[in-house]
């Protein structure tokens, strides 16, 4: 871009570059970037790095205040709505108006319904020039979860599966380790990341032991990130020496069991991990009620490594909202294998759930398939 020139869609790309830095580390707030902009050129820049920390515009202001650049008159480029009023940090319309900023160019609007356009009018009457829109199906995007989230309180829903192009996960006898390769791994890695919570069924604990951890999947990041793990588990039949009972990590497992389930083995777990008693919904436990307890935890992104049958429960209780799928290029047939996505399913064609959204992507030999539900 030459030098002096002022480019709003220029900008606010870079800002959400930015913003994306704090994708799986901010939560449960939204990952948020800024640039400040003087005369065509940057004067400031930053992004919101950890819950309850500056937000990403007293970041931008602040890297200006550093490099010895005055920020009056400059223009702010955002991702999402300033906010305007008091939680763990002052509002960011107070320090916007401190600075003597000019003009704000928002990507996003406040997705809570209380707060949406409040801090845009704030900025407005005191005269700063505010404009909206640029770039703003890429800002919601990459706040999806958040935006979910804040609107109904529970968490986004994705269900992440490793499959033959036939869509099976497992042989009959519930071989299923290693189907697709190291780079579809790595991309399940980043799914884990920008989640706050995994879930897996008592069936794939029992078949494949995982340990359910997340770590940074960026060169040479070597965080491992706290994630929540959980089980479904309605007759708590969870080994005492499985992974996610007696790791390091244990304090961030949850087994989720069935009223009906033994007293016995439930005073067992809970010597080691948390154990929640759920209702059930006939056979099963009550996914809605789940998912109602997560969100009051601050949960925003739950990822669903269950298996076919949890994945199926999912989706015909109308509880998922996204896909993350990925195809070896195997088929491995058989009545009795393992699908994917189990439960009941549709019973005629008009029941079929329609994707949207959809992209495909190769990863190494594989493919990868991401779309929204519906």
Known sequence: MPSGCV??????????????????????????GAVLV????????????????PHAEVEAISDAMRRGKNTRGSTLYVTLEPCSTHGRTPPCTKAILDAGIKRVV????????????????????????????????????????????IVHRTPLVTLKAAMTLDGKI????????????????????????????????????????????????????????????????????????????????????????????????????EKRVSVWRAPMRGDRISLKWLLNRLGKLDITHLLVEGGGEVNGAFVDQGLAHRVAFFYAPLVLGGRESKPGVAGAGATQLAGLKNLTDVEWRKVGADLMLTARIG
Do not use: Y
């Open 7 to 32: 480019d709003d869609e220029f900008w606010m790309r870079k800002a959400l570059s930015l913003a994306r830095k704090g994708v799986g580390r901010v939560s449960p707030n939204p990952a948020v």
């Open 170 to 269: 497992a042989t009959a006898a519930g071989e299923s380790k290693w189907i697709t390769g190291p780079e579809a791994g790595r991309e399940a890695m980043k799914l884990r990341w920008q989640s706050d919570a995994i879930i897996a069924g008592i069936n794939t604990v029992l078949a494949d032991d995982p340990s359910l951890t997340c770590r940074s999947s960026r060169s040479g990041d070597k965080i491992r990130k706290r994630i929540r793990r959980i089980v479904l588990d309605s007759k708590a039949r969870t080994p005492l020496n499985a992974r996610v009972v007696s790791d390091e990590h244990r304090v961030d497992t949850i087994i989720v069991v069935g009223r009906g389930a033994s007293t016995r083995r439930i005073a067992r777990l």
């Open 106 to 149: 928002v990507a996003a609007t406040d997705p809570n319904p209380k707060h949406a356009g409040r801090g845009l009018d704030l900025l407005r009457a005191h005269g700063i020039r505010v404009e909206q829109g640029i770039c703003s199906d890429r800002a919601e995007s990459l706040n999806e979860a958040f935006t979910h989230w």
């Open 38 to 53: 003087l005369r065509g050129k940057e004067i400031g820049s930053g992004w919101h790095r950890v819950a309850g920390g």
